[in-house]
């Protein structure tokens, strides 16, 4: 898979993986956005179960 | 002859070019090491919220202020950015803001934008400051998902929004009120501050903080000296937050957020003079190492919006009067209730209010330098903090009401009295186990103990 956006150096100004490609960008964008908001569901998953399974030793 | 000419021309191109460069990278240098330097107030607020937490809670205190850095940086990359840019009129979006969506060509790495990425990363960790702050305030008893919704808004929304109005080339505070705030005591401390008051009023206080007939229980900090170190390490993280303020172009003169002209020089003197007033006031008024670091942050707040042009005694009498005037603002919200655990809504509402209100008294009359934008006023300086003040309450508030009503705010009193750590946390904080040196009979006199 090709994920570069520029064939040379000269002149090369956005040079992140899949500039030239809003598709792919968007993908990536929409992953780390599911990422970070899957991350809050599960520290309120995370609490709930710690609090409710908690037996003292 | 003739070929000398074009030898020196082409040598004097090469020249200026270069130098063109140097000044550029410089400039990104600059930025760099403030980002880093910045880092160390996060680190700052991990030892002091630790330090201030009770031992059966350390981990999850820690745990919580580095899930707030963590969700900064991602958070901001995708709106708060473009907030900054888009949002300096008001509510409504201006169309050059676009430059700071996420899918903007400048927002990675660009070989013609070496400005963007620095810029993020420093107002990025503006962002982790005010997530910290507020961080602080709410230990012990708020459950993760809570705080980190509230962190993000905070951080991502709330103060770059009022980072935009006041803190902008072009924000409307600035426009319209000559609003002038150089080191952020209102857009940064005024708001965290004011958004941690409205959580705690929502959120409640640590079980056992009060007695039925209202009055207060001294919950003491585990760890002083960690606290204390942590909040030296802030005062050493604000020289890069502090030179992040400044605009840094390359073959001129500093400039300050708002284009005027400054030097490092000018927030040297201070910085450095209203930190010691701080500390000279607290311990005046306290005797207590805590408040004594704390007073630092107070008085360098206390100082923060006319860093660029105070004589340098002034800040000095600022610090020592925020100094000596917060820890009895924190004694206050205790009588009324209110658990704040580290004192943020003192030390940075309060000592972020003195900076922004004494603005419009010590350097009333400065010229802004927009065509027709109004010099620094008291009057615009009030406005300045009534809107900051608001800007921070207002969504600290209604956001945890509604993660109240959700229950997804306050840790179940009983988990409370077991402990965090216990209950959440994989790892033990002292596992060879934690041995609490003599117990002082000094009473821990008008400011309550960390």
Known sequence: MNTSPITSWDGAEAIFTWADSPTMMAIALIGALAVTVGAIVYAASHDKHAYASYKPK | ????????????TALEGGAGWAGTVNSEIFYWWCTALMITIHAGFLAYEMG????????ASGIKNILAFAFMVPTFYFFGWYIYLAFYNGFIPAADGAAGLPWDLSMGPNLADNATGIFWAAFTLFAATTASIFSGAVIERIQTAGFLILAILLGSVVWILGGAWGWHPTGWLTVKWGYHDVGAAGVVHMVAGFFALGVLINLGPRVG??????????????????????LMLIIVGFFGFLGGCIIYIPGEQWQNIYGQPTTLSAFAFNTLMGMAGGIIGAWMKTRDPF??????????????SGLDVYYPPVAFLLGTFGGFVVPMVAVRLEKMGIDDAVGAFPVHGIGGLIGVVACGIFAAGYPNVGEGYPPVTLIGQIVGAVTMAL????????????LKMFGLLRVPDHIQEIGLDVVKVPVEAYPEGYIPGPVTTIDPGAAPAE
Request: glycine share 8%; charged share 15%.
């Open chain 2, 1 to 12: 002859m003739e070929q000398e000419l074009a030898q020196l021309v082409e040598r004097v």
């Open chain 2, 391 to 402: 800007l921070g309450f207002i969504p600290g508030y209604v956001a945890s009401l509604i």
């Open chain 2, 209 to 230: 903080k009060f007695n039925a007939d209202g009055s207060a229980n001294v919950i003491k900090a585990h760890n002083i000296p960690f606290t204390i170190t942590g």
């Open chain 2, 52 to 59: 201030a937490s009770r031992v059966k809670n350390v981990l």
């Open chain 2, 291 to 304: 408040w004594m670091m704390s007073g630092a942050l107070i008085g360098i707040f206390a100082a923060a």
